[in-house]
């Protein structure tokens, strides 16, 4: 579930008129929604569930047109990652992989095409 007054966001943009948020729910999964082109996606209103209970706020970068990479940290502080590459999500809408390791909150940039 959504919380309406979500501090925990993150917001990136990887072209013209594209603008992708993502939050933490009060259920501590993270929420996508996007603006694409005049219009919200899902809708107005919806946000779309990507599953991954976290701690904190997301962490998302892009290398690219149509690329994202988001990180973020479970209550175990495993860190795990998720990829929305050429209109799917990878490795799919609420599975997340486990990139290992214990941390504190991640962060994640790019610095060109192909590297995060």
């Known amino acids: 579930m959504l919380n309406t007054s979500v501090t925990d966001i993150a917001a990136i943009s990887w072209g013209p008129y594209?603008?992708?948020?993502f939050v933490r729910g009060i259920d501590g999964g993270v929420?996508?929604?996007?603006?694409?082109n005049g219009r919200w996606h899902p809708s107005q209103?919806?946000?779309?569930?990507?599953?991954?209970?976290?701690?904190?706020a997301p962490a998302v970068a892009?290398?690219?047109?149509?690329?994202?990479?988001?990180?973020?940290?479970?209550p175990d502080a495993r860190v795990f990652h998720k990829?929305?590459?050429n209109g799917r999500w990878h490795p799919s809408q609420t599975n997340w992989e486990s990139i290992g390791g214990?941390?504190?909150?991640p962060s994640i940039a790019s610095w060109g095409p192909?590297?995060?």
């Open 83 to 85: 990829a929305w590459d």
């Open 102 to 105: 214990t941390a504190g909150l």
């Open 18 to 21: 594209r603008l992708d948020l």
């Open 31 to 36: 929420f996508h929604k996007a603006w694409d």
């Open 45 to 56: 209103t919806g946000w779309e569930a990507l599953g991954c209970e976290i701690v904190g």
């Open 62 to 74: 892009s290398w690219g047109p149509n690329r994202l990479d988001i990180v973020a940290l479970a």
């Open 114 to 116: 192909n590297r995060i």
